[in-house]
């Protein structure tokens, strides 16, 4: 079991790697497979010794090896929560030995990673990219599809994982589009009304709106910090994703401790 997980937190490391180039690629349209990794202050190859995760920042101080500028931590962050959500998942769904889990792990491991590349692509540049949201709409539906197909026989519509997926898409799809027409984009963005299509087909009915109401409650406590630590003015943006990908998250994974407390409160 611990080698299982050990294995997931390395292929998180790598995958969280890939993610810092892919986002860091999007933005200056870059090949994202082909080219090598390059300083983005001297422009010198990275060498492969120097691009190990999380290892090689430690090992070079936070420093580029040749022009000794600081390395941002966005990379070593990064490579270190895919990590430990990968070990997450491999921990919560995986068993070696039923090929199902092995389906239900992979779905979860790409939507993961779609996330936190939209997540910190949207911190960096306050856009979100419609390369990396729109197939994780796709991988979403394909594996619901799946995961309805596997359990066929199992009739009735209402069951099913993509009736529950497309009804929250819809929900919260209209719910940011109608925020975002009616302060014509001062609130919330287009942008984010799309990335709410990915948010409802991951969690379902009526999780999305768990998800939602977790969203604008971490959005609210972050931005009141900001403003008091003086980072922010009360008019100033920040980006939404970031708030939109952490309520997914918990709300993906937490759903039912979070509801059972939540009730819990009011049994006397
Ligand atoms: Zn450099």
Same mark, same amino acid.
Request: proline fraction near 0%.
């Given at each position: 079991m611990i080698t299982t997980l050990i294995i997931f937190f390395i292929l998180g490391l790598a995958i969280g790697s890939f993610l810092n180039v892919v986002v860091y690629r999007l933005k200056t349209a870059? *090949?994202? /497979?082909?080219e090598r990794s390059h300083c983005p202050h001297c422009k010198k190859i990275i060498r492969w010794y120097d691009n190990i995760p999380l290892i090689s920042f430690i090992l070079l101080k936070f420093r580029c090896?040749?022009? +000794?500028q600081k390395i941002s931590l966005q990379y070593p962050l990064v490579e270190f929560f895919t990590g430990a959500i990968f070990t997450f998942i491999g921990w919560r769904y995986f068993v070696a030995a039923d090929p199902m889990t092995w389906v239900a792990t992979l779905y979860y491991l790409g939507i993961v990673s779609f996330l936190i590349a939209i997540f910190v692509y949207d911190w960096l540049n306050m856009e979100i990219p419609g390369l990396v949201l729109w197939p994780a709409v796709g991988w979403a539906i394909v594996f619901n599809l799946i995961f309805d197909y596997s359990k066929?026989? *199992?009739? *009735? /519509?209402?069951?099913l994982h993509i009736y529950s997926a497309v009804l929250a898409a819809l929900v919260a799809f209209l719910f940011f589009f109608i925020l975002s027409a009616a302060s014509r984009e001062k609130w919330m963005g287009m942008g984010d009304a799309f990335l709410a299509i990915l948010v409802g087909l991951v969690t379902g009915w009526p999780q999305v709106l768990l998800a939602l109401i977790l969203s604008f409650f971490i959005g609210a406590v972050v931005g009141i910090i900001l403003i008091l630590a003086k980072k +922010? +003015?009360?008019?100033s943006q920040i980006p939404f994703a970031p708030f939109l990908v952490l309520g997914t998250l918990i709300a993906m994974f937490f759903y039912v401790p979070i509801v059972g407390w939540y009730l819990s409160l009011f049994r006397f």
């Open positions: 870059e *090949n994202i /497979v082909w090896r040749y022009c +000794k066929l026989g *199992n009739t *009735n /519509v209402f069951d +922010k +003015k009360m008019k």
